[in-house]
């Protein structure tokens, strides 16, 4: 996977993130919520993840996106 820069298109930043191995096999995923921001924009993500039938969620400045269609559950 080549490095995240600022001069990498949105649509190549989301391409390379959701055909990462982790995400093709139904794994979680984990980004900054700054770098999101900074590079693809967090609209543009949400959509990206909601077309995928994914689910994420936001926490401590990062968003930790499960590359599945199972559901989230909160445990503690």
Known sequence: MLPMTDHMSPERWVT????????????IVRRRVADVERLVGR???????????????????????????EPVKIVV
């Open 43 to 69: 609209d543009r993500f949400i959509r990206e993840i909601a077309r995928r039938g994914f689910r994420a969620v936001e926490n401590g400045g990062h968003f930790i996106v499960f590359c599945n269609a």
């Open 16 to 27: 390379q993130m959701f055909s990462a191995r982790t995400a093709a096999e139904g794994g």
